[in-house]
């Protein structure tokens, strides 16, 4: 037969989440002004009007800047792993290291030269 008392710590973990997730919303809620008007009612995203063209054409160097965000930004966090076992994977693993952190700054340099990182 089972003993229930190895279930207390899930079900108190899930209690809790529950109550730091709905909580905050009711206590907004219940006490929070409310004074709605036509800007704070309107569709808002992304810092473009609301009420333009919905097929306006966006800016290509947008997705491009935000592509070589997500590029670097995984690239640089292959980083971490590398750091926590530095003494672990020895003077091999750190010229492995060091030249995927030289092919990152060319490709760095060369975005920067070709200007996909210049925002006009």
Avoid: H
């Avoid at 909580?23 to 009420?51: H, I, M, T, W």
């Amino acid at each position: 037969m089972m003993n229930l008392d190895q279930y207390l710590p899930v079900l108190l973990f899930i209690l809790v989440g529950i109550g730091v997730g709905i909580v905050p919303q009711v206590l907004g809620y219940l006490l929070g002004p409310n004074r709605p008007d036509a800007a704070k009612n309107s569709p808002y995203e992304c810092g473009f009007e609301a009420f333009e063209d919905a097929r306006m054409k966006f800016d290509v160097r947008y997705y491009l800047v935000a592509i070589l965000f997500i590029l670097f930004d995984l690239e640089i966090a292959f980083l971490v792993p590398w750091a926590v076992a530095l003494k672990d994977i020895g003077i091999v693993g750190f010229w492995e290291v060091i030249v995927f952190l030289t092919i990152l700054v060319l490709g760095f340099v060369y975005m920067w030269k070709k200007g996909a990182l210049d925002w006009e």
